[in-house]
């Protein structure tokens, strides 16, 4: 492997790590300024959790099609595509919040959604593109994640006393302008990777004009299974945290709104901590499918003590996290392992494009209950049915994968120094050729 495609990767890998930064941030921005958000604009709980639909189901059907299209047009193009629609959308919402007209809310959180998912999926294609069978894939992707959530672990930490200190508008605004750094990112990627072409004399490898519909149809059952366990592990996440601030208030009435927006955050403090580490677990040893059970197992306890019992909710929160940093660093990775190079960015986007619309399906059920019967009680025990059905689903897909060639759970044997770099030459050489393929002609290997 050349020192200058080394290098290269490393810095590809850094700037990546800021494509999602603001975006992070202002997805969760809602929860943890629920109650003051609500009275400010004059919203009820059902119209709040629609904020969080609109943005789900924008996402899903935008990534449907995302996926062709970063594979048709190249993420280099995708990138300043999509990270535009991040920076638009979230200034609309916070227009709307400033001047209280819901249906410019929900419009800003739509663009934002259709950018939102897709960004994520050209950040996920960069790295399973450049690392992808490389003994760092699993760490690259943790990396990756780490960055990401700095900038959730930053809106818990900052939001509700950024709003009680100035107000809901200039808190929102304040999400908008740290989306910038997206596009600040996404032009070093698009220099450097032009540098690097001019000095190589190669063409960009990413685009592709084989991909069809069929190749879809053609994606094996474990790879759709491996959607659905995602997708229903996520709910009970992603879906929990978009009503956790304003829960733990309900049920610990001596909480304070500030000290219930950093109890919400403690599950991407964890991951913060923990994304790295458990990336280079992963790496060490294999076993993707086998940690994601794991995961789970950890999440059900989670869930139960948020719902049968009174325990301080810091607890279960950091149960969580831990739990969400396992299926994090495993999950995925998977999609990358059992699908050509040409299909990685319709892996990825239609992974988050089934985990968005099971989101935005549960979302809108979580705020409709909760506006029916008052409290959150019926939505909690809604996740423990939900976390133990994604248990069954993970193990139906380790059978899976134990019946095919088994990459997904594929133990990592221990190599030395020499067999591992002899390992990374002969996957940049395999991306390379199947590139060459794509392309019909001789290129090194670039985005």
Not at 29 to 36: A, G, L, V
Not at 62 to 82: E, N, Y
Not at 235 to 258: G, L, M, P, R
Not at 432 to 437: K, T
Request: proline share 2%; hydrophobic share 50%.
């Amino acid at each position: 492997m050349s020192v200058q495609f080394t290098r290269l990767r490393i810095w590809v890998l850094i700037c990546a790590c800021f494509f999602t930064f603001g975006s992070y941030f202002a997805f969760d921005q809602p929860s943890t300024i629920s109650k003051e958000l609500k009275a400010f604009t004059g919203i009820n709980d059902e119209q709040y959790a629609y904020l969080y639909s609109a943005y789900s189901i924008a996402n899903s059907i935008s990534t449907i099609f995302g996926g062709f299209f970063i594979d048709k047009v190249g993420v280099r193009a995708c990138s300043f595509l999509f990270s535009g629609l991040v920076n638009v959308g979230v200034l609309l919402f916070a227009i709307g919040v400033t001047i209280k007209i819901y249906g410019i809310m929900v419009l800003g959180r739509a663009i934002y959604g259709m950018g939102g998912g897709l960004i994520t999926v050209v950040q996920q294609a960069i790295v399973a593109f450049y690392f992808k069978g490389s003994k760092h894939l699993g760490m690259s992707f943790s990396i990756i994640l780490t960055a990401s959530r700095l900038g959730s672990v930053l809106n818990f930490w900052i939001s509700a006393p950024l709003t009680n200190a100035t107000s809901v508008p200039f808190s929102v605004f304040f999400a908008s302008i740290l989306c910038i750094l997206s596009l600040i990112s996404v032009t070093l990627v698009y220099f450097m990777d032009v540098n690097y072409e001019k000095t190589s004399g190669s063409a960009a490898t990413t685009p592709s004009k084989k991909i069809v519909f069929n190749d879809v149809l053609n994606f094996p059952l474990r790879l759709w299974i491996l959607y659905i366990s995602v997708a229903l592990y996520y709910v009970s996440v992603f879906c929990f945290i978009a009503i956790s601030t304003d829960y733990i208030q309900d049920k610990w009435t001596n909480i304070s709104d500030v000290h219930a927006s950093w109890i919400s955050g403690a599950v991407y403090d964890v991951s913060l901590i923990l994304s790295i580490p458990l990336g280079i677990l992963v790496d060490t040893i294999g076993r993707r499918i086998s940690l994601a059970i794991i995961g789970t197992c950890i999440a059900i306890p989670a869930h139960c003590l948020f719902a049968f019992t009174d325990v301080y909710p810091l607890v279960g929160m950091i149960l969580l996290g831990i739990s969400y940093s396992m299926i994090c660093a495993t999950v995925w990775s998977c999609a990358s392992l059992i699908v050509r190079l040409k299909e990685v960015g319709t892996a990825i986007s239609l992974m988050t494009a089934v985990q968005m619309l099971t989101s935005s399906i549960f979302n809108a059920i979580v705020g409709s209950v909760k506006e029916k019967t008052g409290s959150y009680a019926t939505d909690e025990i809604i996740f423990v049915v939900v976390t133990i059905v994604t248990l069954a689903s993970f193990i139906f897909l380790k059978f899976l994968d134990s019946k095919s060639h088994g990459e997904m759970d594929a133990r990592n044997e221990g190599k030395s120094k020499e067999e591992e770099e002899i390992e990374d030459d002969a996957a940049l050489l395999e991306n390379e050729d199947e590139a060459s393929e794509i392309l019909g002609e001789d290129v090194e290997l670039t985005i």
